[in-house]
């Protein structure tokens, strides 16, 4: 990007994860340009505002001068989740039916499990339970009952909501959840609950949200819908906190807008939105919808997503256009009810720790990670155990008066000791023969999850092109990618604030879902469908309102917001159900319930095949979902023009000793942002930038399109 002092900056994408913190600035005309700077965990303004001049300092701005024009930001990051799986949220009471009140510490029998590798799943005496959000000593219970059909079998007795929370106000509980059997079917009496909590919580003088599960997730699965509405007091209370100091800073540096967050369904919310813990995860979310986006751009429709950051490798599909949406994911071993886009993760990233184990000397990599301090090659990290990017050092792979632009200096020497003494040694190798074996262990790991994450769906990696990105996927992308035949495979120029990318990308979002059972047989008359159709109608109306709300809420007009409705669908008696874009916009009778089944059959096709459709079962809607939108700024793709192959002379920044397949070879080394369009360089080259690292080993060949993207080829 050109120097430049004055530029309309519109739009601010932001990935505050683990490790390093990414920023995305997006100017009027769709040109961007990309900051990076180490997270600061303890205030994440502080790396934020680094990584933003980081980013700036391309365009010749200084803050203040892009913040005034900036018209919103999007912040996606860790800090959520992380709170949830180091069991660090907020002290919180909670409300349940009376004789159910241990039901939220056992948990479902799924979570004992969740996270385990096959061969501990198998065996019993390995499940474990973690400590539940909420203690036994701080749940009361409640005397009523709904059923299943939401028909009320015992009254609400009213002065047993009154000491249930009169008794939490006493221990000094920080939030309120209230959370009763099958009240998304009738959600009377829990809210009745809510409001005497309310009057209780008033009376005492004391300032404790109450979060009544029916005004927030009402769908079935009480374990989910429990899990989901402690969280949003849990651990999304203090996110708020985090964001308003994050847009406090910001507002000191002349910014005047609010930020939005990635939600797990892949759009963006309000970080005043009342369902904050739709954006637990929100990091590895943004750079699948940027690949979406650049997919859509450009004409890729299937697409293998592969991020590698300081501590994960998160992956997902996207097909024929289409992400997957999962509508209970499980997430830090707990189950939960929002809709995530389906992601796969590995805990294997650029600052996973390596150690042996102490019986079997087995090499061990993860789960556990360095975060921000890199490894012990960086002198003040205080880190004493070896990391993958130790290993990396060791072999030449990256620059260590290069990283973060030479922001941080890095010392080989004593990356070298710490592999000799921890690894090399006790397996009896050479310091370089260890690492390399490291970072080939590494590698198959990633290669074999990949490829059994695609084939377990019934796909080829050769329909499919695999994007490369965060700050690690271009260092390990030949490595993880090698023999599985893509039909090509993607690495942005940008990889390195790919995710910060994919949020300035995302659609200003809001979404609402609700369970339904609307069950029309295959003989179904004119008049049950036309009632299947009024069942849905009512319910995308109930959830237009919510949408609209907190659109009102956010200083936007109705009229500027698009709704699209959608459902969930299955054919009855089966297990699973398939989310669907409505092809209408409001259903009112028979004919409009016959044109939702035939998108359902259609989509069905898509993802099985036409001969699995079993219309003679009948159908099953099993939620409704309502999704509203408006028109942001987004980045535009670059295009340059397409020159020669051989790389312009000041690209070229001399070679370095690269170590694979146990030799020592000279690889060329260039300058990224240098490269133009057209170039092809083949290996062993390394093309370094600020931000990241473009390992093309022996074997191997890269070209720069015009889209600054490049492609890697095997030879």
Avoid at 263 to 272: F, L, M
Wanted: aromatic fraction near 8%.
């Amino acid at each position: 990007m050109s120097l430049q002092t004055t530029r309309d900056v519109q739009v601010l994408g932001i990935d505050a994860g683990g490790t390093m913190t990414d920023t995305f600035f997006v100017d009027r005309d769709g040109e961007f340009a990309v900051g990076k700077a180490q997270t600061t965990p303890k205030d994440e303004s502080h790396g934020l505002l680094e990584s933003s001049s980081d980013a700036l300092s391309h365009w010749g701005m200084d803050l203040q001068g892009a913040f005034k024009t900036l018209r919103t930001g999007v912040y996606s990051g860790t800090a959520m989740l992380n709170r949830v799986v180091q069991r660090q949220g907020l002290e919180c009471g909670l409300i349940v039916n009376a004789g159910m009140e241990d039901f939220h510490r056992m948990g479902r029998a799924i979570q004992s499990y969740l996270g385990y590798a096959y061969e501990d799943r198998i065996h019993l005496n390995t499940h474990r339970y973690d400590p539940p959000l909420v203690p036994r000593d701080r749940t009361r219970g409640v005397i009523e009952r709904v059923d299943m059909m939401g028909t009320v079998v015992i009254p609400l007795r009213e002065e047993t909501a009154r000491r249930a929370a009169k008794e939490l106000i006493a221990k000094g509980v920080a939030g309120i959840v209230i959370s009763l059997l099958h009240s998304y079917k009738n959600p009377d009496n829990e809210r009745r609950v809510r409001d005497i909590v309310e009057e209780e919580v008033a009376a005492a003088g004391a300032n404790i949200p109450v979060f009544a599960s029916a005004d927030y997730y009402p769908v079935r699965k009480e374990s989910h819908r429990t899990n989901t509405t402690i969280l949003e007091a849990y651990a999304a209370e203090p996110s708020r906190q985090t964001l308003a100091q994050i847009t406090e800073a910001f507002h000191d540096k002349g910014a005047g807008f609010d930020f939005r967050v990635m939600a797990t369904h892949g759009g963006t919310i309000s970080r005043k939105a009342r369902e904050l813990a739709r954006t637990i995860v929100s990091g590895p979310i943004g750079g699948v919808i940027g690949a979406k986006y650049l997919g859509e751009s450009l004409g890729y429709k299937n697409i293998v997503c592969s991020d590698i950051g300081g501590t994960s490798f998160d992956l997902s599909l996207i097909t024929q256009g289409n992400l997957v949406i999962r509508n209970d994911p499980d997430m830090a071993r707990l189950v939960l009810s929002l809709p995530l886009v389906a992601l796969d993760s590995v805990g294997a990233g650029a600052g996973s720790f390596v150690r042996l184990d102490p019986y079997t000397h087995a090499i061990q990599l993860g789960p556990d990670s360095a975060g921000y301090r890199v490894g012990v090659c960086w002198p003040e990290s205080g880190i004493e155990t070896v990391t993958i990017s130790d290993c990396h050092l060791v072999l030449g792979y990256i620059n260590p008066d290069n990283f973060l632009g030479g922001q941080v200096k890095l010392d080989r020497q004593r990356a070298m000791d710490a592999v000799r003494t921890q690894v090399a040694e006790p397996l009896g190798l050479s310091v370089e023969d260890a690492a390399a074996g490291v970072i080939e262990l590494m590698d198959q790991d990633l290669r074999d999850h990949m490829k059994s994450m695609i084939s377990a769906k019934g796909y080829s990696p050769a329909s499919f092109t695999c994007f490369s990105y965060g700050g690690a996927g271009p260092v390990h992308c030949y490595g993880y990618t090698e023999g599985l035949g893509f039909e090509d495979v993607v690495v942005p120029a940008w990889a390195a604030g790919f995710s910060a990318f994919g949020c300035a990308a995302a659609d200003f979002e809001y979404r609402y879902d609700k369970s339904l059972d609307v069950n029309v047989p295959p003989d179904a008359d004119e008049a049950a469908k036309a009632e299947a159709a009024a069942q849905l109608q009512n319910a995308w109306a109930e959830l237009s309102e919510s949408v609209l709300i907190e659109f009102e809420a956010n200083g936007f007009d109705r009229k500027d917001v698009t709704l699209q409705p959608a459902f969930r669908m299955q054919y009855r008696g089966q297990l699973n159900d398939l989310e669907i874009d409505s092809p209408i916009q409001t259903a009112q009778g028979a004919r409009d319930w016959e044109r939702v089944v035939d998108a359902f059959n259609d989509a069905y096709a898509q993802v099985y095949a036409a001969s699995a459709r079993s219309q003679e079962l009948g159908y099953s809607v099993t939620s409704a979902i309502m999704r509203g939108s408006v028109d942001i700024s987004k980045p535009r793709i670059p295009r340059e023009e397409i020159q020669g192959e051989t790389p312009p002379a000041e690209a070229y920044l001399g070679t370095r000793k690269f170590y694979r397949k146990r030799t020592w070879l000279d690889a060329r080394l260039f300058h990224m942002e240098s490269l133009v369009p057209g170039n092809r360089i083949v290996g062993p080259a390394i093309i370094e930038s600020d931000a990241t690292t473009f390992v093309v080993p022996d074997g191997f060949e890269t070209w720069l399109d015009d889209h600054r993207l490049f492609h890697l080829k095997e030879l």
